[in-house]
């Protein structure tokens, strides 16, 4: 799914009451929110029943990563942060390479998902790292202290055998694990104060309503 969500757009006056997901400035309307969900859910589609918690769940998943899509785009405005075509086609070629030749095409065919939208899918994801990257990395501290930490309670996983990775290699993955953990750990807080800075809000009632075509407004509670 984080590859498939729904891109949010500028504020149009003209779909207020379809407007499902909006920022100060931005939105994501049922519609958009419609057309990922029915591309994502080729994840389900093996011929057997699904049961209809495992969607309503998954639903509730793709909402929150659009929500958090629609921050992403925002804060990438405020920073000045954009991704270019070399950028992106670079992001591509590193995928495409894992794949053996016209598999990578074959897999999209498959999967009945258009390369123009997982194209996009993707240039959000990496828009999305860069933001990341700029916000959390590249303001994390890692002391040597951590890194003697982190050692000494893997030290049995991370021990170094003969003719494996040198000790460089081994502080490198260190870090690199501790760096991934200490975003991880940061993402939550930063954010929900961003949610609060866009003044992200998400329309209840037009979920509610999503989830019951009759009309009714069991809308999920609150955020």
């Not at 950028?87 to 794949?99: N, V």
């Not at 993707?122 to 933001?131: A, G, I, N, Q, S």
């Not at 992200?200 to 069991?218: A, H, L, T």
Request: aromatic letters at 6%; proline letters at 4%.
């Amino acid at each position: 799914m984080v590859l498939l969500a729904g891109c949010s757009a500028p504020d149009d006056p003209s779909s207020q009451e379809t407007v499902l997901i909006r920022t100060d400035g931005q939105r994501v309307t049922l519609a958009q929110f419609e057309r990922a969900f029915e591309a994502a859910r080729i994840a389900y589609s093996d011929n057997r029943s699904v049961d209809p918690q495992v969607l309503q769940e998954a639903r509730l998943r793709l909402l929150n990563q659009m929500a958090e899509e629609a921050v992403i785009d925002r804060r990438a405005d405020e920073l000045g942060i954009e991704l270019d075509d070399v950028e992106l086609e670079a992001g591509i070629q590193a995928i495409r390479k894992d794949y053996p030749e016209d598999e990578f095409e074959q897999m999209l065919l498959e999967s009945a998902i258009p390369y123009s939208l997982w194209k996009d899918r993707l240039r959000t994801r990496l828009l999305m790292e860069k933001v990341v990257d700029q916000d959390l990395v590249q303001t994390l501290t890692i002391t040597a202290k951590d890194i003697e930490t982190y050692y000494k309670a893997h030290e049995a996983e991370l021990s170094v055998k003969d003719g494996e990775a040198p000790e460089t290699d081994l502080k490198r993955i260190i870090v690199e694990q501790l760096r991934r953990e200490k975003v991880e750990a940061a993402y939550p807080q930063w954010m929900d104060a961003l949610r609060i800075r866009y003044g992200v809000e998400i329309n209840w009632d037009v979920w509610g309503r999503s989830q019951d075509p009759d009309g009714g407004s069991d809308s999920q509670g609150k955020e």
